[in-house]
């Protein structure tokens, strides 16, 4: 059974840096698409990054383009989130999710981690 599991997330001020880190189960790690989105108090969950199996594709959402890095290291089964010149906006639960081999959605979810930026 697939598993992710988050960390990482903690109180940083305006302008700090984060690195999430989403570590998988499962021995087909390398083969999916893995996801980290973001759900705000009051707000509808979001999307953040997205990264390829390989890790040669990524996608990011407009609000974090320049700012954000999603990486992957298969060998230790973990896709990580790096945040710099974080905002108070970027305050939510960061979650990672696997996508389904060969369409748009995501199928195992994990926890979530808090971010909170203080201005």
């Known amino acids: 059974q697939v598993q992710l599991v988050e960390s990482g997330g903690g109180l940083v001020q305006a302008g700090d840096s984060l690195r999430l880190s989403c570590a998988a189960s499962?021995?087909?790690?390398?083969?999916?698409?893995v996801g980290w989105f973001r759900q705000a108090p009051g707000k509808e969950r979001e999307f953040v990054a997205r990264?390829?199996?390989?890790?040669?594709?990524?996608l990011y959402a407009d609000s974090v383009k320049g700012r954000f890095t999603i990486s992957r290291d298969n060998a230790k089964n973990t896709v990580y989130l790096q945040m710099n010149s974080l905002k108070p906006e970027d305050t939510a639960v960061y979650y990672c999710?696997?996508?389904?081999?060969?369409?748009?959605?995501?199928?195992?979810w994990g926890q979530g981690t808090q971010v909170t930026v203080s201005s």
């Open positions: 990264i390829s199996g390989s890790g040669g594709a990524t």
């Open positions: 999710a696997k996508g389904v081999l060969g369409k748009s959605e995501y199928d195992v």
């Open positions: 499962g021995r087909t790690f390398n083969m999916w698409r």
